[in-house]
């Protein structure tokens, strides 16, 4: 049983006829009957019978049918993964994440992607969890680096690394003299908050009601960089993750304190993509990055 046997049969099928199955492949009738009866006496069954004037699959032709579609598929994928040798160049990757991982992770991955991979074209995608899942799942992506759970999905993820979700205020704020709040601290302070509707958003407002605070929010952006710059003026208290506000805790132009029972809290990021029996060259180097970034194998969890 050969490939172009295969080929022949799948298409002699989708026609519904030799003739017209030969014209698509550019054979003359005669061979596409050939490779047929090649095919059925290899086998020892009748694949295709003729129901009037159209060609109909046998019950052992609709078995067959599904297996070489199946073979075909993974025949046309190896051919594609080493035409990228052949051609030295390694494809596309096409990377989901939301703005934080965007703008404090991937410049060091990327940076060393690039380095490793210089013949991939890379293309980053922003949008929050629920968004980049369905762009996964549509295969508009290769993989996503998300925040929100992934359990019951058809993916496979790697946990990679917890970002701590801290409290920020400007350092002159009243607040200064303490080395700890409770909840009870913050009702009355002006909060500014990222947008609802986000992740993130929802991790927090979830954070708050566990701990019974109701933040009066004096604002909502979808911009970490405006919601540092608001509250360095004074304007209210935020909470973000410490990874995005590293540099100005340093610098001093902003401060953090511990609230009990609210913050710090953590939120897991993981590497999820679809599964595939052969992963395509590109997205398999990006996960072994991944694994050497942080330590995580890039073998799957489900």
Same mark, same amino acid.
């Given at each position: 049983?050969?490939?172009?046997?295969?080929?022949?049969?799948?298409?002699? #099928?989708?026609?519904?006829?030799?003739?017209?199955?030969?014209?698509?492949?550019?054979?003359?009738?005669?061979?596409?009957?050939?490779?047929?009866?090649?095919?059925?006496?290899?086998?020892?069954?009748?694949?295709?019978?003729?129901?009037?004037?159209? #060609?109909?699959?046998?019950?052992?032709?609709?078995?067959?049918?599904?297996?070489?579609?199946?073979?075909?598929?993974?025949?046309?994928?190896?051919?594609?993964?080493?035409?990228?040798?052949?051609?030295?160049?390694?494809?596309?990757?096409?990377?989901?994440?939301?703005?934080?991982?965007?703008?404090?992770?991937?410049?060091?991955?990327?940076?060393?992607?690039?380095?490793?991979?210089?013949? +991939?074209?890379?293309?980053?995608?922003?949008?929050?969890?629920?968004? @980049?899942?369905?762009?996964?799942?549509?295969?508009? #992506?290769?993989?996503?680096? +998300?925040?929100?759970?992934?359990?019951?999905?058809?993916?496979?993820?790697?946990?990679?690394?917890?970002?701590?979700?801290?409290?920020?205020?400007?350092?002159?704020?009243?607040?200064?003299?303490?080395?700890? @709040?409770?909840?009870?601290?913050?009702?009355?302070?002006?909060?500014?908050?990222?947008?609802?509707?986000?992740?993130?958003?929802?991790?927090?407002?979830?954070?708050?009601?566990?701990?019974?605070?109701?933040?009066?929010? $004096?604002?909502?952006?979808?911009?970490?960089?405006?919601?540092?710059?608001?509250?360095?003026?004074?304007?209210?208290?935020?909470?973000?993750?410490?990874?995005?506000?590293?540099?100005?805790?340093?610098?001093?132009?902003?401060?953090?304190?511990?609230?009990?029972?609210? +913050?710090?809290?953590?939120?897991?990021?993981?590497?999820?993509?679809?599964?595939?029996?052969? @992963?395509?060259?590109?997205?398999?180097?990006? $996960?072994?990055?991944?694994?050497?970034?942080?330590?995580?194998?890039?073998?799957?969890?489900?």
């Amino acid at each position: 049983m050969e490939l172009h046997q295969l080929r022949i049969f799948l298409k002699v #099928i989708e026609h519904a006829s030799f003739s017209r199955a030969a014209a698509a492949l550019h054979l003359t009738q005669p061979a596409v009957s050939q490779q047929i009866r090649a095919l059925e006496e290899e086998l020892g069954l009748e694949l295709l019978q003729r129901i009037g004037r159209t #060609i109909r699959p046998t019950k052992a032709g609709e078995v067959l049918l599904e297996y070489a579609r199946n073979i075909l598929t993974l025949a046309e994928k190896g051919e594609r993964a080493l035409a990228e040798f052949r051609a030295e160049r390694r494809g596309r990757l096409i990377l989901g994440a939301g703005n934080t991982n965007i703008t404090f992770r991937l410049p060091p991955l990327l940076q060393e992607y690039r380095r490793r991979e210089p013949g +991939v074209e890379v293309v980053v995608k922003a949008g929050n969890s629920h968004q @980049l899942l369905a762009l996964l799942d549509e295969g508009q #992506i290769d993989v996503a680096l +998300v925040t929100s759970p992934v359990e019951g999905r058809a993916f496979h993820f790697i946990p990679l690394f917890h970002d701590e979700i801290i409290l920020i205020l400007p350092p002159e704020h009243p607040f200064g003299g303490k080395g700890s @709040l409770t909840p009870e601290d913050l009702p009355g302070v002006p909060a500014i908050l990222f947008a609802r509707g986000s992740g993130f958003r929802r991790f927090l407002d979830n954070a708050f009601a566990r701990a019974g605070y109701r933040p009066e929010v $004096l604002m909502e952006l979808e911009s970490i960089e405006g919601i540092k710059r608001l509250v360095q003026i004074g304007l209210g208290l935020s909470f973000l993750p410490r990874v995005a506000v590293e540099e100005e805790l340093k610098g001093g132009s902003l401060r953090t304190l511990p609230v009990a029972g609210l +913050v710090p809290a953590t939120r897991t990021t993981h590497a999820v993509y679809r599964p595939e029996p052969f @992963l395509p060259t590109p997205l398999r180097a990006f $996960l072994e990055l991944l694994h050497e970034f942080y330590g995580k194998s890039p073998g799957p969890e489900s």
